[in-house]
C-alpha cells in the first residue's frame, strides 16, 4: 500500500510515524511518500541559524511542548530528546485574570531567573 502525506508539518510526520507503527503491528507493508514544497521539513516549526555564528540559533515558529502534547512527548521520550524548561519556578497560571500590578510584579519575578 501506498500513502502519500501533503505537507511535513509535525501533524504529517506524526500521522506518518503512527501509520508506521500500525503497519508493524498488522505485520503489512507500507510506502510512505510525504510532498512537501520546502526544502527543509517541520512545517512552522524551524530554527534559523546565523550563517555567520552558528551558535546564534532564533526558533521561528512554534517552540513550546504543552504537557497535553501526548504524541509528542512520547516521541522525545522514545528519541531521548532533552527539553528545556522555559520557567524554571514551574510555569504561570494562566487560568484568571491578573490586574496591572500582578502582572508587573510577575514580570519582575520573571526577570530575576
Known amino acids: 500500500m501506498k500513502i502519500i502525506i501533503i505537507g511535513s508539518g509535525p501533524s504529517a510526520l506524526f500521522a506518518a510515524r503512527e501509520l508506521k507503527k500500525l503497519a508493524k503491528e498488522k505485520n503489512k507493508t507500507i510506502e510512505i511518500v510525504i510532498l512537501e514544497k520546502k526544502d527543509v521539513v517541520g512545517g512552522k516549526c524551524n530554527t534559523y541559524s546565523d550563517p555567520k555564528y552558528s551558535e546564534r540559533k532564533t526558533e521561528m515558529g512554534a517552540t513550546l511542548v504543552a504537557p497535553n502534547y501526548g504524541p509528542v512527548l512520547a516521541a522525545i521520550k522514545e528519541n531521548n530528546i ?15 485574570s491578573r490586574s496591572i500590578s500582578e502582572t508587573i510584579q510577575l514580570i519582575k519575578e520573571i526577570d530575576q531567573f
Request: hydrophobic share 40%; charged share 20%.
Open 82 to 96: 532533552e527539553l528545556e524548561n522555559i520557567l524554571p519556578f514551574g510555569g504561570l497560571n494562566l487560568s484568571r
